[in-house]
């Protein structure tokens, strides 16, 4: 696998419709930021022929319609397609962003991918939410390999980086973790450094020397034999042991000489079950090169060793009443379920969908089903819509090449859906089905905008309507009781991303300030009040006086009004008159404009005249009442308090559990789980959590998550509820 002596750079290059899907393979690259993904994904594009050497994409575009800044920027925060043609496989490369802030867009390019190749620095190492990433794939078997790159750099160490990707994502068995090349280096310059010209390949014992633009193959000398043969017997150990064939170890042992197409065969199967992780190298072509180094090997584990979509596991799917619904896998003449994994929109074709196809054959302009279900927290509506089918694309860089159908296993970019949403499915108008949504990360940093003119807010509610319909990550809230525009994201980036393409995209300009919490107010004891509204003025007048009493009750309890009239002091038609003037002023607070809760209001007398008194006098009068009672007590703030979980790394544990009582947080207790964390449970006031996702972040070098539910309200400590007091006094 991978040991072509003479591959072609890709003749057909050139992405078209995939006809079949045995000829499919859709890879996930995954790495932290600066790992080099994009730049492999451009010498990946380059070794298949998609673009030459001479700098022309087919088509008649250039390489800059594929790498201009603009658009490596776009690509940095966002899920990109790059498929390509080698050697009869149709290979949809989904290059994702290495920021934490964009992890959504990671998992989205996991759902659409069949494998995974994680892309590991040199000179950086493994970073915490890499290695997260690599147990989330476990977790559901995704077949893995890992590539290093940045071998050019000064300390780059293969042999030592392949050592920790071993004890990093081998778990228990490391020895599942091997190289199946290692870097060939040619002569040390004046400094001592030795670039990497070439790869030896470790199965075929064979040299692949890449300096001077084209790969050629060579037999290595008889010094490099023994450190080859080393490497070798290891791989050798690695590939049997994970064979079906019980019997190949002992044959092995026994000092047969195992055929090399065994091998390649249980090496490739063992890949494609996920239970064996290969390690290669690769480095970007040099100027006027063809091929970059180590790109045909990985281009040939791909198409060997990754497993095609007829090879995925079911998927769960229902009619959109909850029916289950059974499907063949992946058959493109079964019925038509198809996912949207990422919505985005572009300045000339309008918003574009990229489509994974899971069962049945996608057309340009035929009419399809939208089904969206299960995000309605985050501001998507349930819906179910016919929409017609605009063009179908394979894209490249800013180019999109038409497609004449997707099929089941495919990806494609769709054109014109005006009402799908990323992780809706597309299904036959008169057959609709809903495919079970992927888990989102929840986004917890709260971004309270408001509209920055009078245009602006005319424009507001729909450019933030299309925001989230194109990032499900990312959920809107209009709070009502601080009424405040709250978009929650997941980082300081993802807010920054979000507030440029609202001016960009949709021409709104908005102003960030700061978040606020739903405060409470509630008295602290028992008081009483009166409320009189009385009024004369020539006319019909207004007569109503109302004796009310106020306790307060426990926590969570609420408004609670109590009738205690007698002898008709205040008649029957306008007690009910009485409750809803007290409860439009506990609505309104009674200190600093915070809804009233946890109170018995009691009314125990009144009066009332036989022609002045009203529905509204009497509404007025208990408010009068309640805001009496408020000044002969002191009224308490209720701050709400979070029940947060952290899942943080052994090491950590002592930092954020530290960090969290200076929060005023209170820890519940501990939890040990596996893979060295610890699960940290903790109640902390929502005021000291605002900022909570960037600083857990920065604390756990991002190592860590957390959770937060609403848990209740409580008493704030009185300086704290003094300073709230204060803004509030200044906002006013």
Known sequence: MGDKANAHPGAAGRATAADQPASVRNVVLVGHSGSGKTTLVEALALTAGAVNRAG????????????????????????????????????????????????????????????????????????????????????????????????????????EMTRICAETFGGDDPDAVLPLYLPLRGPQSADGHAPVTGLTGLLTRKLFDYSSGERKESEPGPDQLPLI????????????????????????????????????????????????????????????????????????????????????EGFTVTTPDGKPRELALCDPDGPLVAEVVKTSSDPYVGRVSLVRVFSGTLRPDETVHVSGHGLTDRGHE???????????????????????????????????????????????????????????????????????????????????????????????????????????????????????????????????????????????????????????????????????????????????????????????????????????????????????????????????????????????????????AAADTKIHLLEPVAEVTVLVGDDYVGAVMSDLSGRRGRVLGTEQTAGGRTLVRAEVPEIEISRYAVDLRSLSHGTARFSRAYARHEPMPPQIAAKVREQMEEAS
């Not at 063992?270 to 100027?287: D, I």
């Not at 709104?508 to 606020?516: G, K």
């Not at 003025?537 to 009004?561: R, T, W």
């Open 382 to 628: 349930d819906h179910d819509v016919d929409e017609r089918v605009g063009a179908l694309s394979a894209p490249f860089g800013k180019q999109q090449r038409p497609l004449s159908h997707c099929i089941a296993g495919d990806l494609a970019c769709v054109a014109k859906l005006s009402r799908a949403e990323t992780g809706d499915t597309l299904s036959a108008k008169d057959d609709p089905l809903l495919m079970e949504p992927w888990e989102m990360p929840d986004p917890l940093l709260p971004l309270a905008i408001q509209a920055h003119s009078k245009a602006d807010e005319d424009k507001l509610s729909q450019g933030l309507a299309r925001l989230v319909a194109e990032d499900p990550t990312m959920r809107l809230e209009q709070n009502q009781d601080t009424h405040q525009v709250v978009l929650w994201c997941l980082g300081e980036a993802h807010a920054d991303v979000a507030l440029e393409r609202l001016r960009t995209r949709y021409g709104v300009q908005v102003d960030v300030v700061p978040h606020r919490v739903s405060l409470r107010e509630t008295f602290a004891g028992k008081c009483a009040g009166r409320g009189r509204h009385v009024k004369q003025s020539g006319g019909h007048g207004q007569y109503a006086i109302c004796e009310i009493e106020v306790e307060p009750l426990p926590g969570g309890s609420g408004i609670e009004f109590v009738d205690k009239v007698v002898g008709g002091a205040v008649p029957r038609q306008f007690i009910p008159s009485v409750e809803k003037g007290i409860r439009a002023q506990a609505a309104r607070g009674v200190a600093v404009g915070h809804p009233l809760v946890d109170l018995r209001i009691t009314l125990l007398d009144g009066k009332a005249h036989s022609v002045d008194s009203s529905d509204a006098a009497f509404q007025t009068a208990g408010a009068l009442a309640l805001r009496e």
């Open 229 to 312: 043969d080393e490497a070798r017997n290891r791989l050798i150990e690695g590939i049997i042991a994970e064979s079906e064939d019980e019997t190949l170890m002992d044959r092995y042992l026994g000092g047969e000489e195992i055929d090399l197409g065994t091998l390649v065969q249980d090496l490739e199967r063992a890949v494609a079950r996920g239970t064996f992780f290969p390690v290669l190298a690769a480095a970007p072509a040099a100027e006027g090169a063809r091929q970059g180094l180590g790109t045909v090997e990985l281009l040939e584990l791909v198409k060997g060793g990754f497993p095609t979509p007829l090879e995925r």
């Open 56 to 159: 022309r994409v087919e088509d008649g575009g250039t390489v800059s319609d594929y790498d201009d800044i603009e658009h490596r920027q776009q690509r940095s925060v966002q899920l990109s397609l790059v498929p390509v043609d080698w050697d009869g496989i149709k290979v949809n490369v989904l290059d994702t962003p290495g920021y934490a802030d964009f992890v959504g867009e990671l998992r989205a390019g996991l759902r659409a991918a069949d494998a995974a190749l994680f892309v590991v620095s040199a000179s950086d190492g493994v970073d915490g939410s890499t290695r997260m990433v690599w147990e989330e794939c476990a977790a559901v078997g995704m077949p893995r390999a890992i590539v290093i790159t940045h071998l050019e750099a000064a300390r780059a160490d293969f042999d």
